[in-house]
């Protein structure tokens, strides 16, 4: 038979209404958690407030929720089948000739649009969100000043002197991202008072400084000089650079591609941003993947009863698409797997999964 539109829309408005709800329950307890970890960092610290971090805590909500929503998608479907079988409205439909895949397809067209949504339209507020996030937690939590950004131009980093603060800028990264060439280094007194610059034809970090190559220093009111090597106070280690470099979720869903092809052209290693970029692509899909997961449980409590097995089936499906996805990320970051391909597997290998159980309970 044919799906009517009206018991369509049915169907849709109570999966969209309990997966909400889910995600909602999902979205407080994250905020709640993130709360009280801000309250534990930020003890003692100068000029943080309760209002502060409870400001940063709503700013991490979007970038965390986004994480739990293939989760909120899975439990909150279950539930809502559970509830039309308890209402017998499953039963009802089921006995009129409407079939598995026929009752889950409004519930794949409400999650197909709901990932549409999450990265057309909520990856871009819950980046700039994450992004000011990470210049308050820089400022107030970790209270570091240094900086990192990558442009059309190349790479500029800024970083605190013992004498005040200087900005290196470089053409390009080689190697493994700590050592420069085309080095142009600008250096300001405590007063923030432009003091000279420092031209290099490379530079490499070391414990405690740059190591400049080819320099030639010129100071205000002094000669230019030229050095074979030249070394330049900093406090910066490879991980505070690796830290204060752009978060692949600081970065939105339409400026990735951008981002992408301008850390390239800089010679950094943009591996990471593409499978982060790949993965926003793989979110519809990955919605449709938990749709068929949770259609799956509810079968089996519909036909072999028990709310317990549901419960755990349900625990074991978001435990293998968690430990699936990590896998596949760690995975493509090593390069083993291309970016894509680490991507897409997690949301590929579950729907086959899915496909092949919900094939079995309604045809086999």
Not at 18 to 42: A, D, K, N, P, Q
Not at 98 to 118: C, E, H, K, Y
Not at 197 to 226: C, K
Request: net charge neutral; aromatic share 12%; charged share 15%.
């Amino acid at each position: 038979m044919n799906l009517s539109w009206t018991l369509s829309r049915y169907l849709a408005r109570q999966f969209f209404t309990v997966v909400l709800l889910t995600f909602g329950i999902f979205v407080s307890l994250i905020f709640i958690l993130e709360l009280v970890e801000l309250l534990r960092r930020g003890s003692g610290k100068p000029g943080v407030t309760f209002d502060l971090l409870a400001l940063m805590a709503l700013m991490e909500v979007p970038r965390n929720g986004a994480r739990t929503l293939p989760f909120a998608i899975l439990f909150g479907g279950m539930a809502a089948f559970l509830r039309l079988s308890r209402n017998n409205e499953l039963v009802v439909a089921r006995a009129a000739g409407v079939s598995v895949w026929q009752f889950i397809a409004p519930a794949l067209v409400v999650a197909f649009l709901m990932g549409t949504f999450v990265v057309t339209v909520y990856n871009p507020v819950a980046s700039t969100l994450t992004a000011r996030f990470g210049q308050l937690e820089t400022r107030y939590l970790e209270q570091r000043t240094s900086s990192v950004t990558v442009s059309a131009n190349g790479l500029w980093l800024r970083q605190a002197d013992p004498q005040g603060q200087s900005v290196i800028h470089a053409q390009r990264i080689d190697g493994t991202g700590f050592s420069l060439s085309g080095v142009t280094v600008y250096l300001y007194g405590n007063g923030n008072e432009f003091i000279g610059r420092i031209d290099a034809r490379s530079a490499a970090l070391r414990p405690g400084y740059w190591e400049l190559t080819d320099a030639w220093a010129l100071m205000v009111n002094d000669q230019p000089r030229r050095y074979e090597t030249y070394q330049q106070e900093t406090s910066l280690t490879e991980q505070q650079i690796e830290e204060s470099f752009a978060r692949e979720e600081t970065i939105s869903f339409w400026d990735l591609p951008h981002f992408i092809a301008t850390a390239e052209a800089a010679g950094f290693s943009a591996r990471r941003y593409n499978i982060y970029f790949h993965q926003l692509l793989a979110t519809p899909a990955m919605l449709c993947t938990m749709v068929l997961m949770a259609a799956v449980f509810s079968m089996r409590v519909t036909r072999m009863g028990g709310t317990l097995s549901m419960v755990m089936g349900g625990i074991a499906a978001g435990f293998l698409v968690y430990f699936l996805g990590n896998l596949s990320i760690a995975l493509g970051l090593s390069g083993i797997l291309p970016a894509p391909l680490a991507a897409w597997a997690p949301s590929v290998v579950v729907m086959l999964l899915g496909l092949a159980v919900l094939f079995h309970l309604e045809d086999g």
